[in-house]
């Protein structure tokens, strides 16, 4: 990310409320561990697929 880009997203999140704010971390906070989940299952499926080879 650009220094100006960055900039320009800070803006955007000095605007928001308190309670906008927290809902932002809640739905960042939920694709984390989801994305995180994704990953460990195919992880696991792919694991023992190389093991195989």
Avoid at 11 to 28: F, G
Wanted: net charge negative; glycine share 2%.
């Amino acid at each position: 990310m650009t220094d100006e880009s960055e900039l320009q997203r800070r803006r955007q999140l000095s605007r928001m409320s308190k309670t906008e704010l927290i809902d932002w971390i809640i739905q960042i906070e939920t694709a984390h561990a989801n994305t995180a989940t994704a990953i460990g299952a195919l992880r696991d499926r792919v694991t023992p697929a190389y093991e195989e080879v």
